[in-house]
Each structure stands twice: as structure tokens, then as C-alpha cells.
DNA sequence: CTGAAAGCGCTTACAG
DNA sequence: CTGAAAGCGCTTACAG
């Protein structure tokens, strides 16, 4: 059976397709009996406009394009949970273009996305492709970074103090007495992780403590490299009592290794993650962890994207900093040499 | 700077906008000369095919429906993430539908569907409504049912056996010799709680083992609710010495309840969830649980799907069972009376 | 080898 | 109070 468009409405209700459509989207005065019998043949054939010719004819897709690096970080899948909740209340669709870390998959889906006419899309880099934004923007989308900053001037972008946030998370294990702290990175080419590190530096630096490259292992945000890093610390020369990881599930990695190490967590060595996905507060001992606000990012991204599409006017590069805060739970504790 | 049409690359080039149309999506020959001069005024104007345009005179858009019931339980995230990718690789977009375990979100998001013209959908089910499916049905669009089953004759349907796992899970915990096995359940509206734990007590049964209603508790499958249900057992009577959680959220949500009540796991208590959830190898002690193989039922979901949309002929009413199968990892271990 | 034209299903000035 | 018609940007018979 093939699909009842606003014809079949006219003809079983014997008005113009005019009408139906002014009906369908109550844009002007019906007279009360015409207007009954074209609800009742909407009723009866169960009509559901084509969102395509509408969006065709007026420009206005009501979808929006998200862009994530990395869908099976929580933190991701958790911030795409938050904008698909925010853009549903507010009647749009999204688009999940995940993006792998992969700026070729980026790119393909950076056409994808203007060739499905999106009205806007909310970008978190998978690196260092402006090309892309700058694509978007050409054609008069709207953009608006989330987490990771980005170098273009066009669009606004809502971040992390991440480098306060780095300064705080070692400020919190250096006030337990801990003096030889270790720091599990990021990709350095990634503005978070080197931004928390930068932090990280300076509270070593403004506390006296020498900075000693031995205590600094790259991961690349994902489990299995947390666990990887903890044990070339654990292995090496240095001597380690608390460690800063860049992220949670690197930091969960970590807590691995260390166990396997035959280590207590915070008694032998205090550990502190970044980010406070759910599950943080679920493992044993419960991770300590620098917050970050993933419910105001996403409000905040999605507040300012629709600000865009509903022809509001506000600066064309807002910059939204927020704050991160220290979520104390139990895998730091204080050290007594 | 308005979108750069096909009438902009055919007047620049000087064809009709049939020829530009035949060039860019090469489908007649186009003498070598007249293509070159269209291939060079597509890229210096940077043209894009307008998707909406293009979906509408030809009736296919290239992009599918997923509905989840809960984009925040890994296993869906895992899903989602798993059925985007294979999705990128055949060129399908795929739009996001969190129901949220809520029928009114999933009807309207049918809704949504429905007017952006999806090609097909796949399908998790919120819980009992199989209305939503009827309406898809109605309208020509394929749809593939995964991991929940639900009462419709239409659909293509790729499911675990989850009743041979519950099974199989629960004879695990009984060859270590355990005999007081509590189970945590999901909520029992859905199928695969309740077939997982039909599993479960068909193998007490079948091994003379007394079914205990005081060692059944109910969960909703996440975090939480796992974490107050060991509490209950824990607090009850009872006294099981393993438990069989039915997701690994709720697991693991358990596992910090027994920490937290000073009980070793397995020493004390030997604790079996379900999924196979990335984090599980991490977290200590990592989790023994039955795998879902997520991969698997993805790939077959989408496959079963494209064919439907490249027009392959196959049963209206396919069911592909798939099996699970036991990860042996730390949280279980003998139990010696 | 190429183009003029119909048509996909809508919205929206314009007219009465 | 309502309708005829143009047009959104494409694809695709049809014709030459």
C-alpha cells in the first residue's frame, strides 16, 4: 500500500491541498466544519506528512548532525545520550556520526551530514581537521563545539577548564602528602589531554615538586591502555604513590594493573581519574575523579545551536567555559611516609 | 552565500541540468569533453548533492531508524555504536532513537521516522508495544527486531537464546559446587529477563536443586538497582553463596554492594552477569559473565535489513537465534561446603 | 551524445 | 474563508 500524501486528504475530504496543509500545520483560519472533515479523513487515512518535501520547500530539517571521536567512551556515549534528550523535547532528530578518530570517516560524514541539509551540528574534533568545520560553515551551518577546542573563529564552543581541572586533581593528591605523582596521558595532539597535563605541571611546579618525565606514560583514553601504561610505572625504576589519569576508563585500566600488581588501592597507591562516567561510583574502591559536567555541556551546546537556528542573535564565537570539581571517593587517600 | 545548486554547476558548464545530474552520479555517457568541463565546475563550486531533494524523487534516503530502549546501558551503547559502523560501510546514516524505556517517547519517535521517510529500522523493543511496529509495517518500511522479541509476524527478528544462557550460566555456578544460587533479575515484562531467568530455573531443576523464591530479587538493569538488590539479599535470611545477576550493570552493581557489606568475592560469594560489556575484563575482579555477541547480532540485524532494501528476496519472518557463551573470568570460584 | 519537461510531496505568496 | 499555482532541487523516462 503505498503512502497517503496530502492529495488522498483533499480528495476524501473535497478541499484543496490548501487546506489540508494549513490544517495539518494550523497556519491560518479554517472554518470549523471544513476543518472537522479534514481531520477526520487525516484520522481515517492515517496520513504522516513527508518530512522531505516539507524540509525541501522550507529549508528547515529539524535534524541535527552530532559529531563524536569515540562512541564506546562512556563519556562520548554519555554526552550523545544528553543531546539526544535535550534535542527530542525540542522536536529534533539526531544524526550519530561517530567519527572513530578517523578524519577520513569525519569528512564523509561532514558531507553526509550537508547533503541531508542538517539545520546544525554539534562537533567534537576526532583531532586537528578544521577543514571540515570550515566546510560546514561555508554553507551556512551552524557549529558549535563541544569539548575539544578547535582553531576557527566561526563557531561557538562550550569546554572544560581543563587545565584548572589538571592543577586541581594534583592539588587534591599533593594536600593527602603525596609528593612522587604519577600522570597517564592522553594523545598529546588531543587539547584536553594537554590542557590537564599543562595543569598537572603547573601545581607540581607552584608546590616545589620537580617534575620527573619518569613518571609520565601516554595512553589513548581507552581501557586497555590504562591498564598497559600502570604497568610500565609500576615496572620502571620510579616510585610512584599516586597517579593521575587523563580519564576514567584509562583510570579503571589502571586500577587493573594494579591490583593484578598486587597492589591496594589508595593504600599502596592512590589513584584519580577524569571525567565521573556512572560506572565510577560502582567499582571497588570507587573512583576518585575530577567531574565533568556533562549534563551543562550538553545543555549549554544544544542551548546555543538552537539559539542559532531560531534566528537569535548572540556573538558568533561564545566561548562557554565550565568548571570541573573534585568528586572524592575512595581510591586516594592520604600518604604518610 | 546560498547552497550551490545543479542548476549553478549546469549553467557554469554549459549542459542541461540532466547531463550534470547524469555526471555526478555517473549513470550515462557523457561525452569525455563535456564531463571534464562539469567535473571542474562541481569542485570550484564546491557543489553537494542536496540529500532531501534527491530522497524525495527517488524514494530512498539512505538512512535507517535504530531504536534502543536505553542508550545509557552499555550493551546498547555497544549495539548503537556497533550498528553505526556497519552502517557507514553501506553508506546508511542512521538516526538515533532513545525511547528511553518510555512508549509515549517511542511512539513518537515512530513518529519521526515515519516523516523522514527511513529506509528501514531496527528495532529494540521498550517493552509491549507492538503497535508502534504495526505502523512501520503498514508503511513499507522493513523493520529487523533485535534482542527483544515481541508478538509480530512481520518482522525479521535476530535474538539470543537467552533461555539456554540462563541456563547456562546457572549450571556454571552449580558445577562449582554451589547450591544456594540467587538470581537478580530485570524487570520481568521483558522478554529476555524473564527467559533468561526461566533458564535459570530449569536448572535447578534438572539438577535437584529446590527453587527459593527469597533468592530472587528484581533490578530494572542498571547500576543502582543492582547494587540495592544484593543489599536486600544480603540483609534477607537467605544465605547464597552465588548469585546470578542477569545484566553485567547490575552486576557490577552487586559486586559493590558485597564489597561494600565487607564480603570477598568469590571467596565468600561467587557473583555470574550478562553481556560482556567491554569494561568487564577491567574492573577487579573481573567480571565471569555470559557473553552476548554483540558483533554478531548487529551484523546480522543490518544484514538482514539491507536486503530487504536492495530488494533480496528472503522469508517475510526470519528468526536467527544466536547463542551466548560463557566468559570464565575471577568473580566466580568453588564453593567447598 | 544531450536536453526539455514531468513529477516527487509539500508550503506559501497571491488572488478572490 | 478558500484555492490555483509556483517552486524547493533533484531524477528519469522520452525524444531527437
Not at 94 to 102: A, M, T, Y
Amino acid at each position: 500500500m503505498p503512502r497517503v500524501t496530502i492529495k488522498d486528504v483533499a480528495r476524501a475530504a473535497q478541499v484543496s491541498i490548501t487546506t489540508v496543509s494549513h490544517v495539518v500545520n494550523n497556519t491560518r483560519f479554517v472554518d470549523p466544519a471544513t476543518k472537522q472533515r479534514v481531520l477526520t479523513a487525516l484520522e481515517e487515512l492515517g496520513y504522516q506528512p513527508n518530512s522531505l518535501a516539507r524540509s525541501l520547500r522550507s529549508g528547515v530539517t529539524r535534524t541535527i548532525g552530532l559529531v563524536v571521536p569515540d562512541a564506546s567512551n562512556l563519556f562520548f556515549a554519555d554526552v550523545a545520550r544528553k543531546i539526544e534528550d535535550i534535542g527530542f523535547q525540542q522536536g529534533y532528530s539526531v544524526i550519530l556520526c561517530n567519527s572513530d578518530n578517523n578524519p577520513g570517516k569525519q569528512s564523509r560524514y561532514i558531507n553526509t551530514l550537508l547533503a541531508k541539509q542538517v539545520d546544525g551540528v554539534i562537533f567534537i574534533s576526532s583531532g586537528s581537521e578544521p577543514d571540515d568545520l570550515m566546510r560546514l560553515v561555508e554553507n551556512n551551518i551552524p557549529v558549535v563545539v563541544a569539548d575539544r577546542d578547535v582553531p576557527l573563529e566561526l563557531a561557538d564552543v562550550v569546554l572544560l577548564d581543563n587545565e584548572q581541572a589538571g592543577y586541581d586533581a594534583t592539588k587534591h593528591l599533593i594536600n593527602l602528602g603525596h609528593r612522587f605523582i604519577a600522570c597517564i596521558t592522553g594523545p598529546n595532539h588531543l587539547a584536553p589531554s594537554m590542557q590537564r597535563f599543562e595543569g598537572y605541571k603547573r601545581c607540581l611546579k607552584e608546590n616545589g615538586i620537580d617534575f620527573d618525565p619518569k613518571l609520565i606514560e601516554m595512553g589513548d583514553f581507552r581501557f586497555p591502555s590504562g591498564e598497559e601504561a600502570m604497568q610500565r610505572l609500576l615496572s620502571s625504576s620510579s616510585r610512584a604513590t599516586a597517579v593521575f589519569v587523563l580519564n576514567d576508563m584509562m583510570a579503571i585500566g589502571a586500577m587493573s594493573a594494579a591490583h593484578k600488581a598486587g597492589l591496594s588501592i589508595p593504600k599502596d597507591i592512590s589513584i584519580i581519574g577524569f571525567d565521573d562516567i556512572e560506572i565510577d561510583a560502582a567499582i571497588t574502591p570507587a573512583l576518585t575523579t575530577m567531574a565533568q559536567p556533562i549534563e551543562e555541556m550538553a545543555q549549554y551546546a544544544m542551548n546555543l545551536l538552537i539559539e542559532h537556528l531560531v534566528g537569535k542573535k548572540h556573538e558568533l564565537n561564545q566561548r562557554i567555559i565550565l568548571t570541573s570539581r573534585l568528586i572524592k571517593r575512595d581510591s586516594t587517600a592520604r600518604w604518610e611516609e
